[in-house]
């Protein structure tokens, strides 16, 4: 698609004018991957927020291994409808949908947990600076997990 809009921009005949109809023209074209991150961004907002509640409200009595998962599921949830509603549009077999999304982020959040720790005690780099880097592994490979996998429309759907 954005090689459709390269040599559709190429041809000046056909080139959008004004810089209002080149960012319309954009938006068709990039409309999933703008809304991906935009709803990434939500999400990543919402789990933080998530855990840090519930990491504050029950530090005292749960390791934070269980904070994390507990947050994550409350967290999906909230992920899952806003890939499904405003970047996928998909309707049909949401349960089906929502596994096939926790197929992608189980093993990210499981690397994640398993990852951390072991990179804070053997690298030169902050917790901080870690999560940036996983998050941008993970902003990758969920947008391709989601499209080709989680929310892939077959032919038979």
């Not at 080149?22 to 991150?37: G, K, P, S």
Request: glycine share 4%.
């Amino acid at each position: 698609m954005a090689a459709l809009y390269a040599s559709w921009l190429s041809r000046r005949d056909w080139a959008p004018k004004s810089p209002s109809s080149r960012l319309i023209a954009l938006w068709h074209v990039y409309r999933e991957q703008i809304l991906f991150l935009v709803a990434g961004g939500w999400n990543t907002l919402f789990q933080f927020c998530c855990f840090s509640l519930l990491y504050y409200l029950l530090h005292d009595s749960l390791h934070a291994d269980v904070i994390v998962v507990i947050s994550y599921l409350i967290a999906s949830v909230n992920g899952f409808l806003c890939f499904r509603w405003f970047v996928f549009r998909t309707a049909d077999r949401p349960l089906l949908r929502y596994l096939r999304y926790n197929l992608i982020y189980v093993p990210l959040l499981l690397i994640y947990m398993l990852v951390l720790p072991l990179a804070l005690a053997h690298a030169f780099l902050s917790a901080y600076v870690m999560q940036a880097l996983f998050t941008l592994v993970a902003i990758v490979l969920g947008y391709m997990g989601n499209k080709y996998f989680a929310f892939r429309v077959s032919p038979r759907e």
